[in-house]
């Protein structure tokens, strides 16, 4: 059985409540996005997957809120940006990827939005080896800026 400390329930139980709020089950209802609003949230993708493909740590930190958290499937949640920008540079030191992902749903309430996908990434070992080829789900957060850009608060996936 694996334990869950309270500061991960805490960010289980706010991912829940905003989902349920976003989806409507408090009363404010998310909207499908506008052609605008897919389109900003587009662009925002292609930043995000472009620096994940060319293994650009410092665009892939710019994409990302200070209080980012992103939580991999069977592990504690990696929070904050230097914690999350620590664990994508060792990936990137080790591996070259290749990730695509298939949007299935937007919604947007506000200045928040989440998304929901499939993924694929291919991940090959820079030193050499097989390439090892994942698929799986994710559930993304992210929150408008003032300045009208979207950045990615919480990394939810799994694989399979």
């Known amino acids: 059985m694996r334990l869950?400390?309270?500061?991960?329930?805490?960010?289980?139980?706010?991912?829940?409540?905003?989902?349920?709020?976003?989806?409507?089950?408090?009363?404010?209802?998310?909207?499908?996005?506008?052609s605008t609003?897919?389109?900003?949230?587009?662009?925002?993708?292609?930043q995000y997957l472009k620096a994940i493909n060319d293994g650009d740590i410092a665009a892939l930190s710019r994409l990302t809120t200070d209080d980012?958290?992103?939580?991999?499937?069977?592990?504690?949640?990696?929070e904050g940006k230097a914690a999350n920008d620590a664990i994508n540079g060792r990936a990137f030191e080790q591996f070259r990827f290749a990730e695509t992902w298939t949007p299935l749903d937007t919604r947007i309430s506000g200045d928040l939005a989440y998304q929901r996908d499939t993924f694929t990434t291919t991940a090959t070992p820079k030193a050499g080896g097989a390439?090892?080829?994942?698929t799986g789900?994710?559930?993304?957060?992210?929150?408008?800026?003032p300045d009208g850009s979207w950045r990615?608060?919480?990394?939810m996936f799994n694989e399979g």
């Open 68 to 78: 980012h958290i992103m939580m991999m499937p069977n592990r504690a949640p990696v």
């Open 152 to 155: 990615m608060v919480i990394d």
């Open 137 to 145: 789900k994710f559930l993304r957060i992210y929150r408008r800026e």
């Open 37 to 46: 609003e897919l389109a900003a949230i587009g662009t925002f993708n292609e």
């Open 131 to 134: 390439a090892r080829t994942i």
């Open 4 to 34: 869950i400390t309270c500061r991960q329930n805490a960010v289980v139980a706010a991912a829940s409540v905003l989902i349920a709020v976003m989806t409507g089950c408090a009363g404010t209802r998310a909207h499908q996005a506008s």
